[in-house]
């Protein structure tokens, strides 16, 4: 751990160098050790500048998750749905790569614990996240012919996330491109092309 003294930084320059020491501690330590104290010695800043921007660890580690997640507003777009959501679904689970387990768990057992910091965290999944970003790459499948446009729901567009979330949390590590190609060709994609009222 770093402890040399604080470095005078602003702005998107002070974030980054917060965010990276997130994400090394979780790496070094998992989610139950990470402390708001080790952040700050590794970022080469202090205690309150953290707090000002972020009420806890776990918020910490929302706003490090979300800067390392794929761009949603420009998910794939390669003329296929399977191969954009093979894509898409395996950029969001691959940012875990460098983690360990446990740190993941961690984290997902605070936000059930703490309805606040769940209803942040499943208001980044919706328009503006990676639901959003699953919708956008349904509804041009259904444009193409791809897709019946009638099975379109939000529980539908959900649903992948949903699975492997669920993967996630009964397997005990991250869900594998195998299941995210099961899943997709199991189904997502029958339901997603079967016919209206089927």
């Known amino acids: 751990m770093n402890h040399d003294k604080p470095v005078r930084r602003r702005g998107d320059e002070l974030e980054r160098a917060i965010l990276d020491a997130v994400w090394a501690e979780l790496a070094d330590h998992g989610y139950d050790r990470l402390t ?14 953290l707090y ?26 390669t003329g296929e749905l399977r191969a954009d959501l093979a894509l898409f679904l395996g950029s969001l689970l691959h940012r875990f790569d460098d983690l360990p387990t ?7 057992v605070d936000l059930l614990r703490d309805p606040e910091l769940r209803a942040g965290f499943t208001g980044g999944l919706t ?20 897709v019946n446009p009638d099975r379109i729901t939000p529980r539908v567009v959900s649903l992948p996330l949903d ?14 491109d195998a299941v995210v190609a099961e899943v997709l060709d199991e189904i997502v994609l029958p339901l997603l092309r079967a016919p209206s009222g089927s």
């Open 36 to 49: 708001m104290e080790g952040v700050a010695a590794r970022a080469r800043t202090s205690k309150p500048v």
């Open 52 to 77: 000002r921007r972020w009420p806890n660890r776990a918020a910490l580690v929302i706003a490090a998750l979300g800067r390392n997640a794929p761009d949603y507003q420009e998910p794939p777009d």
């Open 102 to 108: 446990d740190a993941v768990h961690g984290f997902l």
């Open 127 to 146: 328009a503006e996240g990676p639901v959003g970003s699953l919708g956008m790459m349904i509804r041009r499948a259904a444009d193409r012919g791809e």
């Open 163 to 176: 699975l492997l979330r669920d993967a996630f949390l009964m397997g005990g590590s991250v869900p594998s």
